[in-house]
């Protein structure tokens, strides 16, 4: 290290280096687990301290959830009309919430190592759609199969195929969905000077929980219960 005039004001070690490097590190790993970074070794960390660190985040995330109680609210007729659709709810919406930690932790990595910018985004969207709408085709032909076999005595008075149908369709809209939020999100907040690790894994699941609610019954009133 040097000033001005190129005098040697001291030396920077090679232990210095890694010290950042992992401090740099264990932040981000913390931010994309929903977890306000922690300097202290973890069990030498106060209790309170650390409770602290953990509830904010936590407690954001659960008010947020919240509102799957309100979407699924909103279509309740739905879910008595046709009991197999809330059988199938769990495996929607967890669809659209790892495809979107999954991008999500794909990008934010990617920005930190310099691979990709704000200003890539269409690149970045393009990569996505076309990512999620071949991974939604992947899942929704799984889910397709599952579907179609689901018992007579759950099925009710419910078209076994359109069931299916719905199911898949669900499946590859949500995960299309989640990937692309996902990937966007940490651009987003990169661009508006806020860490885009913020843009967790936590954070976007419980954004695509929510939204994926309303994706999944939308579509079950078109395919299956308009009929």
């Given amino acids: 290290m040097v000033d001005d005039e190129h005098h040697i004001l001291g030396i920077i070690t090679h232990d210095d280096v890694i010290d950042v490097v992992v401090e740099e590190a264990t932040e981000d790993a913390h931010r994309m687990g929903g977890v306000v970074p922690i300097a202290e070794n973890f069990l030498e960390a106060g209790f309170f301290t650390v409770w602290r660190k953990r509830t904010g985040w936590l407690s954001c995330l659960f008010v947020a959830e919240l509102l799957t109680f309100t979407a699924l609210a909103s279509f309740e007729n739905a879910i008595a009309a046709v009991v197999a659709l809330s059988l199938f709810v ?3 919406i967890s669809t659209g919430g790892n495809s979107g930690s999954q ?3 794909l990008i934010t ?15 970045v969207l393009r990569h996505e759609l076309l990512m999620g709408v071949s991974l939604g085709l992947t899942l929704g032909a799984i889910g397709f199969l599952r579907a179609a076999l689901t018992p007579k005595s759950v099925l009710g008075n419910a ?3 359109l069931l299916a149908l719905t199911i898949a ?3 590859a809209a ?3 969905w989640g990937t692309v939020v996902g990937a966007m999100l940490p651009l987003i907040f990169k661009r508006l000077g806020i860490d885009p690790g913020i843009a967790s894994s936590p954070f976007v699941a419980t954004f695509v929980d929510v939204t994926g609610i309303v994706i999944y019954f939308s579509i079950a009133r078109v395919l299956l219960l308009s009929g």
């Fill in 90 to 92: 769990p495996l929607c």
């Fill in 103 to 105: 991008a999500a932790t």
């Fill in 109 to 123: 990595r990617a920005l930190a190592l310099g691979q990709v910018t704000p200003r890539d985004w269409r690149r």
């Fill in 159 to 161: 078209d076994r195929w």
């Fill in 169 to 171: 369709e669900s499946v």
């Fill in 174 to 176: 949500i995960c299309l």
